[in-house]
């Protein structure tokens, strides 16, 4: 079955970086784009960066954009999002998502808080 695992939060510092992983399993994870969505408290689910099945292109929302990268090791079935500036308004729960044979999976998510 579709596993997403996410890891790589924690507590930073406004001005900080933080790098999340994403572990994927149970597809084939070199033919499917890949995304990273998040969720503050009290906020719904926003989607934040997409990457193409073979990295060549990517989508960034405009909160994030210029801040975060994501990328993809397809030999490692892993995806990462890179994030750097952090704000306190960045802070919330991490996903990562995949869309496969038309489902939705994603992942346990991962916090990341930005306070001083």
């Known amino acids: 079955q579709v596993q997403l695992v996410e890891s790589g939060g924690g507590l930073v510092q406004p001005g900080g970086s933080l790098r999340l992983s994403c572990a994927a399993s149970?597809?084939?994870?070199?033919?499917?784009?890949m995304n990273w969505g998040r969720q503050a408290p009290g906020k719904g689910r926003e989607l934040v960066a997409t990457?193409?099945?073979?990295?060549?292109?990517?989508y960034y929302a405009d909160s994030i954009k210029g801040r975060f990268t994501i990328s993809r090791d397809n030999a490692k079935n892993t995806v990462y999002l890179e994030m750097n500036s952090l704000k306190p308004e960045d802070t919330a729960v991490y996903y990562c998502?995949?869309?496969?044979?038309?489902?939705?999976?994603w992942g346990q998510g991962t916090q990341v808080t930005v306070s001083s």
């Open positions: 149970g597809f084939t994870f070199s033919s499917s784009p």
């Open positions: 990457i193409t099945n073979t990295g060549g292109n990517t």
């Open positions: 998502a995949a869309v496969w044979r038309g489902l939705h999976y």
